[in-house]
């Protein structure tokens, strides 16, 4: 069955298999991500990945006594907020229809796995961190037998005062949303159970602001980028703004590289010893 079934898929071709998946037609194309492990136990002996992560530290399956490091950066959610700086439009959409796009976006949720479970969480969400954006509407959700969310009826529009301001204040408010539920709160609930099976665990935060950053490849749009690539080039300041370290950039200090047209990532004395520190500090 397995091999048929994989025969099958070989011969579709690429775009009737992409026109078939939710994951396309969601927010973007890397919202929700599409990163995460698909778990296939009814290959049999031929299976990639039979157990979840916490299923196979429960059985035992796992390397014992291998230690493991985690490492975040201190604005992990900027790569995720940086398509807010270019377009408007999306803010407005998500506050606007944020029952429909949060749980996506926060809880990485295909649209049609989103439970009332997860529209309960994101409203809490906003009431805490975007209260003055809370209507006194309520939304009337219909559900599944399984808890899937079968429909969702807006039962009054949204109205201007529920999109906050675009404004740097709610742009960090976003990037910390993200920072935590996308990033941070998996990676320590990863280590706790680690620590459980007695696994030695590490974790560091890397908070140095360097001279490149990818934050702006996800926040400029392709003209700005390739000014702001060619003032980097010959020492001028284009379309720079320094928000933060976003995720993967640590990668510049682990992973020095050389591509034509993409600067230099350890240009300054500073960056390469920080390169130096980091590598040093990873490797003992």
């Avoid at 969601?26 to 929700?32: K, L, N, Q, S, T």
């Avoid at 796995?113 to 006194?136: C, G, Q, S, Y």
């Amino acid at each position: 069955m397995f091999q048929d079934i994989l025969k099958a898929l070989r011969e579709l071709p690429a775009k009737a298999i992409v026109e078939c998946s939710t994951l396309f037609k969601d927010w973007d194309v890397a919202a929700p991500m599409p990163w995460k492990p698909c778990l296939d136990p009814k290959a049999g002996d031929h299976a990639f990945l039979p157990l979840s992560f916490p299923e196979s530290l429960k059985l035992g399956h796992f390397a014992k006594g291998v230690p493991v490091m985690a490492g975040f950066t201190s604005e992990e959610g900027l790569i995720l907020a940086s398509q807010f700086y270019r377009s408007s439009r999306r803010w407005r959409m998500l506050f606007n229809n944020w029952d429909v796009w949060a749980p996506l976006l926060f809880f990485n949720r295909e649209t049609d796995l989103v439970t009332l479970d997860d529209i309960e969480k994101v409203a809490k969400v906003r009431e805490k961190f975007f209260p003055h954006t809370v209507t006194n509407g309520l939304n009337d959700h219909g559900s599944d037998q399984d808890g899937g969310l079968a429909k969702v009826v807006l039962s009054n529009p949204a109205t201007k005062n529920s999109v906050p301001k675009l404004q740097e204040s709610s742009l960090k408010t976003i990037e910390q949303i993200f920072s935590t539920s996308i990033f941070h709160a998996p990676m320590a609930k990863d280590m706790q159970l680690l620590m459980e099976q007695n696994i030695p665990v590490y974790a560091y935060e890397f908070g140095y602001r360097g001279s490149m950053t990818l934050n702006e490849v996800f926040r400029l749009s392709p003209v700005k980028l390739v000014v702001n690539f060619f003032g980097r080039h010959v020492g001028t300041k284009l379309y720079q703004k320094d928000l933060g370290v976003c995720h993967g950039d640590d990668m510049f200090y682990l992973f020095p590289f050389s591509v034509t047209g993409f600067p230099k990532p350890l240009r300054s004395g500073a960056d390469k010893a920080t390169s130096k520190r980091l590598l040093a500090f990873i490797s003992k």
